[in-house]
T-cell receptor, first 114, second 111 residues
């Protein structure tokens, strides 16, 4: 069954710690995305990657970092520089250029600060 | 500044047609509009996509008028299971690509 797998489903972080959220896809998609969702808000783009070893900042990249060493994987690191990291994080992928192909989403990771 | 605006909430009854409108400024001729459905604690699910006139699939229709300043998602004969949050996404392909989601419309369907 093809899809996007995000892990863990829930994640807790202590102040000053970096944490990494995992995103894996077996859809053979070139493009992958990370979004942040806050209560009552739409999704805001953090980073996206259209090809392996290349990625671009989205609207709210500060305090986050990504890597794209493999086509299937696009991990997101929430660094200690992100002062308000508590949110629902969603990973997505698409077969073509950003925007003109449907995105397939994982079921998210909920990050909370201890 | 690219922006998408949609109503915060809508109410409907089973069997009715529901139309949700998204306003989008500064949209170019080939900028795509996509609609997603989201249930609590899940990722959004694709509903429909288009960039002009009308698109129809087995679950919805998307209407885009000639001026392209808005678009309307039409859900025919909704059921209780259509209660969810609906998001429009516009891909603004000007000076790079900006993926701008609306803040979502919570649709409540009652019996």
């Amino acid at each position: 069954d093809g899809g996007i797998t995000q892990s863990p489903k829930y994640l807790f972080r202590k102040e000053g710690q970096n944490v990494t959220l995992s995103c894996e896809q077996n859809l053979n998609h070139d493009a992958m995305y990370w979004y942040r969702q806050d209560p009552g808000q739409g999704l805001r783009l953090i980073y996206y990657s259209q090809i392996v070893n290349d990625f671009q900042k989205g609207d709210i990249a500060e305090g986050y970092s990504v890597s794209r060493e493999k086509k299937e994987s696009f991990p997101l690191t929430v660094t200690s520089a992100q002062k308000n990291p508590t949110a629902f994080y969603l990973c997505a992928s698409s077969s073509g250029a950003a925007g003109n192909q449907p995105q397939h989403f994982g079921d998210g990771t909920r990050l909370s600060i201890l | 500044l690219a922006k998408t605006t949609q109503p915060i909430s809508m109410d409907s009854y089973e069997g009715q047609e529901v139309n949700i409108t998204c306003s989008h400024n500064n949209i170019a001729t080939n900028d795509y509009i996509t609609w997603y459905q989201q249930f609590p604690s899940q990722g959004p699910r694709f509903i429909i996509q288009g960039y002009k006139t009308k698109v129809t699939n087995e679950v919805a229709s998307l209407f885009i008028p000639a001026d392209r300043k808005s678009s309307t998602l039409s859900l025919p004969r909704v059921s209780l299971s259509d209660t969810a949050v609906y998001y429009c996404l516009v891909a603004f392909n000007q000076a790079g690509t900006a993926l701008i989601f609306g803040k979502g419309t919570t649709l409540s369907v009652s019996s």
